[in-house]
């Protein structure tokens, strides 16, 4: 199982901007499943927090989708983003032939 996890900024006058875009969503594929969703302030710039965990025989589709979305998002001024996919230790040993 990988968790992704997806943050992204945008300065406090677009919100309505970004609420605008974030509606149109596209549908999140079932191998997809949405842990958290948090947003933090801090007067002049919004921060929020997607967590995903997808197994790990979807992940390029999931990054896949994530990019697609994250993407429309650049039609708010000053949007950026990160996207980090975090897995088990042991799973990541194994992957570098080590465990």
Partial sequence: MTTIIVETNWPAEHSKKLAEVWLGMPEIPEQM?????GTKGDG???RAMVIWQVEDSFLAGA???ITNDVVRYYV????GYTV???VDPADSLKALGMG
């Fill in 76 to 79: 708010v001024p000053g949007f």
């Fill in 63 to 65: 990054l896949n989708y």
């Fill in 33 to 37: 499943n949405m842990l958290y969703v």
């Fill in 44 to 46: 002049c710039c919004i």
């Fill in 84 to 86: 980090s996919p975090w």
